[in-house]
């Protein structure tokens, strides 16, 4: 079965480009205009979505967020392409649980690539899955259930979309060690996507804020980066 693609845009000639190189790599391209007509199409279940901002009905950003709201879609990789160029929008994007960013003019080679790179990640976390079973960590009244994606802060379930599930895994992984912005960025995201240092605050604080009471679990070590309280 081919691996579906997901891809909205509302300028016809971009969608054409763009779907044209990926059935090249032997992708099924499913295509949609607006915001409104993608959230229809997610009805098929694609394996990655490549989602424009700028778009009629619903933006990029309202997608990005109401597909993540939706627990069987937690996992899909999402790719912003957008021509805004500004760093905010870049973290706004991730802070909305995006996987990946691509500033327009498109270059499809890079396009392939990303597309190929975020494919591969949930190929690999599916495998590690698989393979390790149940996995659960408790900490400071903190419980995380990896198998489950669950976390539960004083017993009650908290949700936390995929990179600041993924950070709060690792931290709680290594107690007491710091790690740097960089680091984080390595381990988390991986050495071949383009992010700005300041997305790991931005999640950081996103992480901090639902876990209430516990927020103190996670230390800021000045001019260092964060570490996870030692247990």
Known sequence: MKTKILLVDDEKDIVEFIKYNLELENYQVITAYDGEEAIKK????????ILDIMMPKLNGYDVCKI?????????????????????????????????????????????????????????????????????????????????????????????????????????????????????????????DVFIVERTVDVHIRKIREKLDNLADIIETIKGVGYRFKEY
């Open 67 to 191: 597909i993540r709201a939706e627990k069987e879609f937690q996992f899909i990789p999402i790719i912003l392409l957008t021509a805004k160029s500004s760093e905010i929008d870049e973290i706004l994007g991730l802070e909305l649980g995006a996987n990946d960013y691509i500033r327009k003019p498109i270059s499809p080679q890079k396009l392939v690539a990303r597309v190929k790179s975020n494919l591969r990640k949930v190929a690999a976390e599916d495998v590690l899955n698989l393979i390790s079973g149940k996995e659960v960590y408790q900490a400071h009244g903190l419980v995380i259930d990896v198998q489950k994606h669950s976390v539960k802060v004083n017993t009650k379930e908290k949700i936390f979309p995929k990179k600041e599930f993924e950070i709060l895994l690792f931290l709680i992984k290594h107690p007491g060690r710091v790690f740097s912005r960089e680091a984080l960025l390595q381990n988390v995201w991986g050495t």
């Open 42 to 49: 997610m009805s098929e279940h694609p394996d990655l979505v």
